[in-house]
């Protein structure tokens, strides 16, 4: 079958897959193997990634998704030059969960409780490691030993000192830090170094993360990964120096038209300036967009354009490319080489699966986690009018809106240096709309992973990786194109 000539002209709602026999025994995602890549050095166990929308993605958002296994990318929906915000989120996400801690924060015995307190409040960490002038461990200060207790009272008489802690010697892994942990029921272990420096901390809050969350996409240090998005143009450069530094795990250059020298100079310099990072490039729709991006060196390439939920484009344009055609010309163009990103377009978590065989590597996630808790954005009570009772009933919304929205644009630009005129004509590619406020993000994702893996054991298959195998091996096995009554058989509700 010539795969690309079938999908020519169309996207996520014009095929049904073929039910195989199936192999699983349980369909839970406990079970079923999902990983996926999301850059060339990143794996996911779960291939959902939350998009740069403003609307959609800080640290709140970025932190669950890397919980449940997907990761998130932080928008760079700030002002030009207003950097410290962003990196602000980015630090926020790396901060939350560690393994053992290479550089717990220090005090010195000799300083006050004031000053520890201070530092707690600044750095946000409840337990500081008390050492001497020559680095060696003294002891341990924690909120608790703090607390109703005078400023001016010297930390050497508050901390819990050397000889009274369990201290173990040398480095450990995480599974034997545990062990020492509950054999002697304590909370907190220091890591020395045989000359009597700290070489590092571990917690049971952290302890307690990585069990609860057994897929969580982690760095090497047992940090939660995020990625972060810059510009190709005006601040990125430095931008994207600040953000590396926070520790973003990727950077994703994202700009409407990926195929196009402004990206090809934005990937250069980037290389150049941050060295070996992983950097995400788009977006693209076609096999020369793919290609070029491979061959500029991009970690992975992000796939779709105009079938975003709150994008006009398309309208507006008349440019794009339907996104299971987009989809499946970059993959064949680009092989294994690069992860892609499937990014817009799924309204339905069906369609998730299909953009995960169609090429996705991940699939980009905006407004189906629109309204959810963990979304930034205040919710406003609306009057809604209920058809039956005729009745106005207050409703919670919150606002979804294209990152070329006009309102995005406008909070995005200093609006001094700005004509009104002119914003309105630069915030033509974006919709903002309200959508009905709802509970956890978290929930929405244990749906769609309940889903993919049903998906998974209709495909006959145990595994993500070898649906997808199946699927390019034989394509015709599985697509069945739909006519006008079978799509509406299929999917209106
Ligand atoms: P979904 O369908 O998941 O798509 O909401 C999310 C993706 O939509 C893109 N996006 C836009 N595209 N104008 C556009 O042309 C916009 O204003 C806009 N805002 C977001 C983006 O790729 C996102 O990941």
């Known amino acids: 079958m010539d795969l690309l000539q079938f999908v020519r002209g169309c996207t996520f709602d014009d095929f049904l897959l073929t039910p195989q026999l199936g192999v699983v025994l349980r369909r839970d995602p406990a079970s079923i193997d999902l990983t996926s890549r999301f850059t060339t050095g990143v794996t996911l166990r779960r291939p959902l990634v939350s998009a740069n929308m403003d609307t959609i993605t800080r640290a709140e958002m970025a932190i669950v998704l890397a919980e449940e296994g997907g990761i998130g990318v932080i928008d760079r929906g700030f002002r030009v030059g207003d950097i410290a915000p962003q990196v602000a989120e980015v630090s926020a996400v790396k901060r939350t969960q560690h393994g053992v801690i290479a550089d717990p924060h220090t005090i010195a015995p000799h300083l006050r409780v004031a000053d520890a307190v201070r530092l707690m409040e600044r750095t946000g960490v409840g337990t500081l490691v008390v050492i001497t002038p020559d680095k060696r461990l003294a002891g341990l200060l924690t ?259 294209g990152m070329a929205s006009v309102s995005a644009v406008r909070d995005r630009l200093d609006l001094e240096d700005v004509d009104p005129r002119e914003l309105e004509a630069i915030g033509a590619e974006g919709l903002e709309v309200s959508v009905p406020a709802r509970g956890s993000v978290r929930t929405v994702i244990h749906g769609m992973l309940k889903h993919l893996c049903s998906a998974i054991s209709y495909g006959g298959v145990s595994s993500l990786g070898e649906l997808r195998e199946q699927f390019w091996s034989r394509p015709e096995k599985f697509l069945i194109r739909l006519s006008q009554a079978s799509r509406i058989e299929s999917f209106d509700r």
């Open 143 to 401: 909120e608790r030993d703090v607390r109703f207790v005078p400023g001016d009272r010297p930390i050497a008489e508050r901390m819990t000192p050397r000889d009274r802690l369990i201290v173990h010697a040398g480095p450990s892994s995480f599974a034997d830090a545990e062990r020492i942990m509950v054999e002697n029921k304590i909370k907190k272990l220091p890591l020395e170094n045989p000359d009597g420096t700290v070489l590092g901390l571990v917690t049971a809050k952290d302890l307690i993360k990585h069990r609860e969350h057994p897929f969580a996409t982690r760095d090497e240090r047992g940090r939660l990964r995020t990625a972060a998005a810059v510009g190709a143009t005006g601040d990125y450069l430095e931008r994207a120096v600040e953000l590396q530094r926070a520790g973003a795990d990727a950077l994703v250059i994202d700009i409407a038209h990926g195929h196009s020298t402004v990206m090809e100079r934005a990937i250069e310099a980037l290389r150049i300036r941050l060295g070996p990072i992983d950097l995400v490039a788009g977006n693209v729709a076609t096999a020369e967009g793919a290609r070029f991006l491979l061959e500029r060196g991009a970690n992975a390439i992000k796939v779709g354009i105009g079938p975003g939920g709150g994008c006009t484009t398309r309208v507006t344009t008349n440019f794009g490319v339907p996104q299971v055609e987009a989809l499946v010309q970059c993959r064949q163009a680009v092989g294994d080489r690069v992860p892609l990103i499937a990014d817009g377009g799924v309204k339905r978590d069906g369609s998730i699966a299909e953009a995960l065989l169609f090429g996705g590597n991940s699939v980009m996630l905006g407004s189906a986690f629109a309204g959810t808790e963990e979304t930034p954005g205040e919710i406003v009570l609306k009057p809604v009018l209920v058809a039956e009772s005729q009745k106005l009933v207050r409703v919670p919304f919150k606002v979804f809106r």
